[in-house]
């Protein structure tokens, strides 16, 4: 029985759940109700933005939301920050299937083309662009190109971030490996590298250098690509249907990585990303592989550190894994021509802010600021910025992307090699099977 | 879902709607309420059918085909190709592992520390209130709530749990961020939050079991636990049968914990099925799949209450 | 149901006594060791709470002391995110959602619990496994038709994407049902003898009686719909209009590590819930204890 009588919901009980109600509905105001009752749809004069941004990144974004504000007083900017990874873009693609996405939104450009595929993207027109002083030549060529989708335009590259080595200049100093003006001296070819990481190692005492390996698939995709990209090798063609992999390419870089790490122990094999971070923050590593985003943790940190370009390890045309944000314009139904003013207006505020956004680490795309004076006194960002010509993308395809189902495939492959868990020839297999497996499922858009 | 079962039984008035009205009432009653009670039903029906039933069979059709979220339309016949690639899928085997693994380390601490606690409680004769709000208040807090202050106490290094086990000279374990540790780090939490919906239900089991037979075995010479072991423990089994499955159950559409608080990481070893329905339906856009996904997943949940419903039966008939 | 041995023999009153008075003693001091345990675990089980209001009444730049005490303690965080708004929004989508599944469950599974509990009718039977069944569906099973169907004709982003899916909950039926069944029919016979149509037999003589089984319901989905994630999740993308769950889950703040904010909002989000508890507690646990009602 669920109770006597006496206890029932009495009309006392009810008028205090009554009041409560009251008092949290007349707290809440009544506009967010409204919308909610009838889809009332954006106010004029609001631009909704959405982005993923945490840390450091999080921090400088909300600076330049802030100047944008500023400047545009009469537009009520609503920036919205969602958590970052697979449940930022579910979420954005759900709001768009369900008429009420964003004005504008951040993506990254490997995760935009599978977005753009969905039609869940506005085509950006070139006059329009143009209109807003956007056009393609202002804009790093390498990362406008990655953002066209069957040639046409949807995405506003406002960055490159790729893949960096960290060096720590005190113990590159006293291993004898800076040149005369205090930077790294060029390491060219697999030999200076093992032998950089050698005398590093041996001041350390511990590592020569690390990187993310444990539940961390996309750090060792970042570098399993930067080196098979020099060797001018593959992962997948036409749009992700087809598995192209080159083995013996595959092998030779496989077997150089369990080289400098289950063979010479110059980077530990089982270590987590922060854990990567620490050891390098905290001087048991001379060198780190990682996203120039890092930047703010060092720095934050006070390791005496500066920042270069990926060697080229086997000697090809230079190559760096890489990726891009961007700026969408998600497909909503009531747009017209002030709204896609309004928001194109914004999203050049925020190429026009680019020195705030490069502080951050990213080499910046907008072509104007990339070119200044003031980018190239901006150390050590701008000692990477080479980097942004030789990006190479995630290959396309509808499971492929920063932090998608591709890079886990990939790097934990290249992740278990490294931590000596399994053979390169083993690793190869693995990894055919679980591509092919994904590349000849139909794509779902 | 929810399920129900009346734990204590009711003193029903058992009229059988077949028993043959009599005169003065048939004149009142017409044979048949044909009209009037399709007119009670049809609320209830009409949502019913448009958003369980409907949904039901649309997303069993659905499963058939490759349908995707983002165009419209059932898209290409696809016939059991879905349903061959889930359960060919490493992906979706490991997916149900972690959830049976979620339901084995929940389901024993969540019965067996229910039961310790409501025999404790029983026996403490002032401070019930107090033990109810303990056990009880985190249950009806939102998951979100109780992700973030897990997360927080899970934080390395600053988190009182890290901190805690740093004060006892132990090494600090990576509560969340260790992929063999993080679902015994959300099956802690799922404890904590959902404790209390059990030990309420004892609570009640133990209220039921009359006083007399505890001072009859009192006058036998009986002591504490020889009374639990000879009465209570016997008496509780109808409310134990009645936990277990309804705990089961709850276990196995487990999700939110794990959205908010690793969101399926690290590296996957958290992901729950309910969680591969989501990201294979919403992140990839394969409606289709995941329609079939979520059948087997209806099967798997349906498997199990029906185990359950036909292993208690025999040890129990009166059940 | 395993059954009770006893020893038969007959004691004599003296062995009675005696036992009955050692029993006695050693309840009672059974019975404090219980106590003193169960008392030692409810504060353990405190302890969490406890942290996150402590750590939410310090400034963010302290959180990362490792006590207990609070050496400034500020409202701070609490205004900063009173300030911003969110947590505002979302309490009156939680509560205006929540509210509306709660009486349109209790209407709805009523009015049909009443009509299978007292009407006779061909198919009555069917229509009571029918609804059944549904007990057996986990509403999680069908996101993914119920996002298509509900994109299909507009309705996502609008709190009744939440509200109207939730409504019709088959367990509801099944407890008023069961209620409705222990009530003597001889009442609503009467009245309906008196010339009462079933409405007002319904309104007036049972739905009164009923009303433990209504607040058992009523509290219940109210909670439920309060707390639900996955489904409201998948239906609100505008943060504006998002229910507290969904918003602790998907917004972040934008300034980094601050803990003292974060669990500001976790104090913030449960805050109502914990008071609809407080002023419930009976009702909520007689509710689980007669129904099992379990989401």
Request: net charge neutral; proline share 6%; charged share 15%.
């Amino acid at each position: 029985m669920i109770g006597p009588p006496r206890n029932a919901l009495t009309r006392r009980d009810v008028l205090r759940a009554t009041l409560l109600g009251a008092l949290a509905a007349t707290g809440a105001g009544c506009s967010a109700v409204g919308a909610g009752l009838l889809d009332t749809g954006p106010a004029p004069g609001t631009l909704a933005y959405w982005n993923l941004f945490g840390g450091g990144d999080g921090v400088r974004m909300q600076q330049m939301e802030d100047s944008y504000r500023a400047a545009n007083q009469a537009i009520d900017l609503q920036a919205v920050t969602l958590a970052w990874g697979n449940p930022y873009y579910t979420k954005l693609a759900l709001a768009t299937v369900g008429d009420r996405p964003p004005d504008v939104a951040v993506s990254h450009l490997t995760r935009m083309k599978t977005l753009a595929a969905g039609n869940l993207l506005q085509e950006l027109e070139p006059e329009d662009l143009a209109r807003h002083g956007m056009t393609a030549g202002n804009f790093n060529r390498r990362a406008w190109e990655a953002g066209l989708v069957d040639g046409k335009a949807y995405a506003i590259p406002i960055d490159t971030h790729p893949f960096v080595l960290f060096y720590n200049t005190e113990i590159c100093a006293e291993a004898g490996l800076l040149d005369a003006t205090g930077k790294l001296s060029p390491i060219k070819g697999a030999d200076q590298f093992v032998d950089a990481l050698t005398k590093a190692k041996q001041v350390t005492g511990r590592y020569g250098a690390t990187h993310g390996i444990n539940s961390d698939t996309a750090s060792p995709w970042r570098l399993f690509q930067t080196l098979y990209a020099q060797l001018g090798g593959e992962v997948l063609a036409d749009e992700g249907t087809r598995v192209v992999l080159d083995d013996d390419k595959t092998k030779q870089v496989l077997d150089f990585l369990r080289l400098l790490t289950v063979e010479k122990g110059l980077m530990p094999g089982s270590v987590d990303y922060q854990g990567a971070i620490a050891l390098f923050a905290t001087g048991a590593a001379g060198f780190h592989l990682n996203g120039e985003w890092e930047i703010s943790t060092f720095q934050a940190a006070k390791t005496p550190f500066s920042m270069t370009l990926v060697p080229n390890i086997f000697g090809g045309d230079y190559a760096v894994q890489a990726d891009s944000h961007c700026l969408v314009l998600p497909v909503r139904p009531d747009q017209d021509r002030a709204r896609l003013d309004l928001a194109l207006g914004f999203v050049r505020s925020m190429l026009d802010q680019s020195r705030t956004w490069a502080e951050g680490g990213h080499v910046p795309a907008w072509q104007p600021f990339a070119r200044s004076e003031a980018y190239r006194q901006l150390t050590p960002q701008s000692e990477y910025a080479a980097a942004a010509d030789a990006a190479v993308y995630d290959p396309p395809g509808w499971y492929s992307g920063s932090g998608s189902n591709f890079e886990n495939v990939m790097g934990g492959a290249v992740g278990a090699v490294e931590a000596g868990g399994m053979s390169a020839t083993a690793a190869i297999a693995q990894i055919r099977s679980k591509l092919s497996h994904l590349a000849s499922t139909a794509p779902p858009a | 879902m929810a399920s129900v079962e009346t734990t204590i039984p009711e003193p029903t008035r058992v009229t059988s709607p077949e028993r043959p009205p009599t005169r003065a009432k048939r004149e009142a009653q017409p044979r048949g309420h044909g009209r009037p009670a399709l007119l009670f039903l049809a609320p209830f029906l009409a949502l019913y059918l448009l958003f369980i039933v409907g949904p039901a069979l649309y997303g069993l059709v659905m499963s058939f085909f490759d349908t995707s979220m983002v165009t419209s339309g059932f898209g290409q016949f696809a016939g059991l190709d879905n349903y061959a690639e889930a359960l060919t899928s490493s992906d979706f085997w490991a997916a149900l592992w972690h959830t049976i693994w979620f339901t084995i380390l929940t389901t024993p601490p969540l019965i067996v520390l229910a039961l310790v606690f409501a025999l404790l409680a029983e026996r403490a004769s002032r401070a019930r209130w107090f033990f109810r709000l303990a056990f009880f208040l985190p249950y009806i807090l939102p998951s979100a709530v109780v992700a973030l202050i897990w997360v927080w106490m899970y934080t390395p290094a600053l988190g009182l749990l890290s901190r805690t086990m740093t004060a006892l000279g132990l090494a600090e374990p990576n509560w969340l961020g260790d992929p063999d540790l993080a679902m015994v780090s959300l099956a802690i939490t799922t404890v904590w939050w959902t404790l209390g919906f059990n030990f309420v239900l004892y609570l009640a089991g133990l209220q039921d079991i009359p006083r007399d037979l505890y001072e009859a075995s009192a006058i036998d010479g009986a002591g504490p636990w020889q009374q639990i072991r000879m009465i209570t423990l016997p008496l509780l089994a109808r409310t134990t049968s009645l936990v277990v499955v309804l705990q089961i159950i709850a276990s196995m559409k487990v999700f939110d914990q794990m959205y908010i608080m690793t969101q399926g990481g690290p590296n996957f070893a958290t992901r729950s099925l309910l969680q591969y329905v989501f990201d294979v339906g919403f992140t990839d856009f394969r409606t289709g799949y995941a329609a079939a996904a979520s059948t087997l997943f209806f099967v798997v949940v349906l498997a199990v209450s029906t185990g359950w419903l036909v292993m208690t039966r025999r040890q129990e008939p009166e059940l | 149901m395993a059954t009770l041995t006893f020893e038969t023999r007959a004691l004599t009153t003296a062995e009675a006594r005696r036992n009955v008075a050692s029993a006695d003693r050693r309840t009672r001091i059974f019975n404090r060791c219980c106590t003193g345990v169960l008392v030692a675990f409810a504060l353990l089980w405190l302890v969490p709470l406890a942290w996150a209001v402590d750590t939410a009444l310090k400034p963010n730049g302290e959180t990362t002391n490792p006590t207990w005490a609070i050496e400034n303690p500020t409202l701070a965080s609490f205004r900063t995110l009173l300030a911003e708004g969110d947590i505002l929004n979302w309490y009156a989508a939680s509560f205006f959602t929540s509210s509306l599944v709660a009486v349109g469950t209790v209407v709805t599974a009523s009015l049909a619990a009443y009509a299978l509990s007292r009407m006779r009718f061909r198919h009555r039977l069917l229509a009571f496994w029918f609804i059944l069944i549904g007990i057996m569906i986990p509403n999680q099973v069908l996101i993914v038709p119920r996002f298509r169907e509900l994109a299909s004709v507009n309705l996502l982003n609008t709190y009744w994407a939440v509200i109207v899916p939730q409504i019709p909950l088959a367990i509801a039926v099944f407890v008023f049902k069961q209620f409705f069944d222990g009530i003597p029919k001889d009442l609503d016979e009467a009245a309906r003898i008196d010339g009462a149509g079933f409405f007002r037999t319904y309104r007036q003589i049972v739905l009164p009686l009923a009303r433990p089984a209504v607040s058992a319901v009523a509290i219940f989905s109210f909670v439920w719909t309060w707390n639900d994630l996955l489904w409201p999740l998948l239906a609100l993308s505008n943060p504006n209009i998002m229910t507290i769950p969904v918003g602790l889950a998907t917004v972040q703040g934008t300034y980094g590590i601050r803990y003292a904010d974060t669990m500001a909002s976790a104090i913030l989000g449960a805050l109502p819930l914990v008071l609809v508890f407080l002023l419930f507690q009976r009702r909520i646990v007689e509710g689980i204890a007669g129904t099992g009602l379990k989401g």
